[in-house]
């Protein structure tokens, strides 16, 4: 009898604890602590204004004019000239150069072109040529500006037309106009084209990549050319 009295009491007393929930298997519910965020901001690199964005290449066309009067004009090529040489028939003359350099013994008519210090000289060169049917009035050589680096450089003539500088072909590209037709005119045809040589003095270094050429073609139409 005591024994089932005890077993009786052990029963007693588990069902009262597990009524209490002490005898209770479930993990313990735990406190999650917040940590504060930072916010990472990502910056983005602020553009570079471009001033020509529809610029085009060196050596592709641009169109002007409009019925028979039509033309198309093209910055072909650049090249870039610490210095240069170059001589002239009418240079020549005693009246124009009256003492010659003994220490070099350069010959009259031969002579060296330096920039300013801290600039250096760039060679454009430049085609325009008539596609219609009548003669078509082309831009003059200061209708050509060279834009670089935010600021604008005039293209610095030459001292007569027969100047010839050495390694350059052709002549500047003022002189070329009118060649087979009136002054600021030319003819139809690839063979009548104004072709020549602009130079400007600007400073070096410079970079072709944000170097253009701009010019008003007519009225209606501005273009530039990228020359990298």
């Not at 529809?54 to 072909?76: C, D, I, P, R, W």
């Not at 010659?100 to 325009?128: A, C, D, M």
């Not at 009118?178 to 002054?183: L, S």
Request: glycine share 8%; aromatic share 14%.
């Amino acid at each position: 009898m005591k024994f089932i009295f005890t077993i009786a009491v052990f029963g007693v007393l588990f069902f009262v604890l597990l009524s209490s929930g002490c005898t209770s298997t479930s993990p313990p519910v735990q406190t999650q602590t917040s940590v504060p965020t930072t916010a990472v901001v990502i910056l983005s690199p602020t553009p570079t204004a471009v001033p020509y964005p529809n610029a085009m290449a060196l050596n592709e066309y641009a169109t002007f004019g409009s019925g028979n009067e039509q033309g198309k004009a093209t910055v072909y090529r650049y090249a870039v000239k610490p210095n240069y040489n170059w001589t002239s028939p009418e240079w020549n003359s005693p009246q124009q150069q009256p003492t010659e350099s003994g220490l070099l013994n350069v010959e009259r008519g031969h002579n060296i072109q330096k920039p300013q210090v801290g600039n250096t000289f760039l060679f454009i060169y430049v085609r325009v040529t008539n596609t219609g049917k009548n003669n078509v009035y082309v831009p003059s050589a200061k209708q050509f500006v060279v834009f670089s680096d935010g600021k604008v450089y005039n293209y610095t003539s030459i001292y007569n037309p027969d100047v010839i500088i050495d390694k350059v072909f052709g002549t500047q590209y003022d002189y070329a106009i009118g060649a087979g037709g009136k002054v600021g005119y030319i003819l139809p045809g690839e063979s009548n084209s104004a072709d020549g040589y602009l130079i400007y003095e600007i400073p070096a270094p410079f970079s072709p990549a944000t170097t253009y050429v701009v010019c008003n073609l007519d009225s209606k139409n501005q273009v530039a050319w990228k020359l990298g």
